[in-house]
């Protein structure tokens, strides 16, 4: 039988934050990742910021032709009100896209994506960076490393 290197599900996986860390297995295989700053800018409104994460979803569900799932990391407790309330309006946009787009999404705690991309639940940020520098992806941010630990969580354990 001949095989192909073609995956049936296109696969987000998400850091969610005013810096939001991405990864993305396209059908290809091809693994992309990066960061895009959700920072409200200057004579923004506090929605601003939502939207446009709401319009970058809907580019990279564009340029890929459709996701079949998104993972998150599940954030319980933040350090600062702020971060709390930037994660919730983030979290909000995305889950509500996805329904609107029938997407399945699921949250992944913090503590199994840090355990299993470093075999320990409490590791540190530079720990994480570490495990995915280790699988050969050359991550510059601490976001960018989460969102692959995340995606490498989802292909080993959710048969995506």
């Given at each position: 039988m001949e095989s192909n290197n073609t995956f049936q599900?296109?696969?987000?996986?998400l850091d969610?934050?005013?810096?939001?860390?991405?990864?993305?297995r396209p059908r290809d295989g091809n693994?992309?990742?990066g960061f895009v700053s959700f920072k409200t800018q200057r004579f923004e409104g506090g929605g601003m910021r939502?939207?446009?994460?709401?319009?970058?979803?809907a580019e990279i569900k564009n340029?890929?032709?459709d996701i079949n799932a998104v993972y998150f990391e599940e954030v319980?407790?933040?350090?600062g009100v702020d971060a709390a309330h930037v994660y919730g309006g983030l979290m909000a946009t995305l889950t509500t896209w996805c329904?609107?787009?029938?997407?399945?999404?699921?949250?992944?705690?913090?503590?199994?994506?840090?355990?299993?991309?470093?075999?320990?639940?409490?590791?540190?940020?530079?720990?994480?960076?570490?495990?995915?520098?280790?699988?050969?992806?050359?991550?510059?941010?601490?976001?960018?490393?989460?969102?692959?630990?995340?995606?490498?969580?989802?292909?080993?354990?959710?048969?995506v």
């Open positions: 599900t296109v696969t987000l996986a969610l934050g005013t810096t939001t860390g991405w990864a993305l693994t992309a990742h939502f939207l446009r994460f709401k319009n970058w979803l340029i890929t032709g319980r407790r933040h350090v329904e609107h787009h029938r997407i399945p999404y699921q949250g992944v705690p913090v503590g199994t994506i840090k355990k299993h991309a470093t075999g320990k639940g409490n590791a540190g940020k530079g720990d994480v960076i570490a495990a995915m520098r280790a699988l050969g992806h050359p991550v510059t941010d601490d976001n960018e490393a989460d969102a692959l630990a995340i995606l490498h969580w989802a292909i080993d354990t959710q048969e």
